[in-house]
């Protein structure tokens, strides 16, 4: 049931799925591992959301990227009779994951507006930190946000489906 209610049912919600996790994560992401990287500072928060709108566009390309491999990694971890839970944390981790391989480099080139080996060169050292803030976001924030929209949008159109068919 927690399938069928809180994950998108098609093309169209998917994409409002993938809006209000790629909004929430990239507007709480993207400034707290720029704190983390320079300082907290109202300067630096304010460059942070001069780029916000280029880091979304790049997190939108490789979601769409990573969107198959990542269920290629979840279904080898997960069976399907494993709990809706299960595989939502697993799932989160495989995107997650591979989310945080490309924007840690990517992220770094748009953020510093320029294309280095900087970001190659101090990957092992960024891309845990990165992974594990991502990670917090996704598990406690975003999904659960979005799952919630979905649930709520899913209950309203199913109670209108019933009312429409009592009509009848």
């Known amino acids: 049931m927690d399938f069928y209610m809180k994950l998108p049912r098609n093309k169209k919600e998917f994409a409002l799925f993938i809006a209000v996790i790629s909004i929430l994560s990239v507007n709480i992401i ?7 990287e320079f300082e907290f500072s109202l300067e630096v928060w304010v460059n942070v959301l001069k780029i916000i709108p280029f880091i979304w566009l790049s997190v939108i390309a490789f979601v769409l990227i ?3 491999p990542a269920e290629w990694l979840t279904h080898k971890i997960v ?12 799932n989160i981790l495989c995107t997650v994951f591979l989310m945080s391989i ?3 480099v990517v992220g770094t080139w748009i953020g510093s507006k320029q294309v280095t080996l900087e970001p190659i060169k101090f990957f092992f050292y960024k891309q845990p930190r990165n992974f594990a803030i991502s990670f917090a976001v996704e598990a406690l924030f975003a999904q659960p946000i979005a799952r919630f929209v979905m649930f709520k949008m899913h209950k309203a159109m199913d109670k209108r489906a019933t009312d429409k068919h009592d009509a009848n």
Do not use: G, Q, R
């Not at 009779?81 to 939502?88: G, K, L, P, V, Y």
């Open 30 to 36: 993207a400034p707290l591992i720029t704190f983390f």
């Open 102 to 104: 490309f924007m840690t």
């Open 66 to 68: 990573t969107y198959k």
């Open 79 to 90: 069976k399907k009779e494993d709990s809706f839970n299960a595989h939502i944390v697993v």
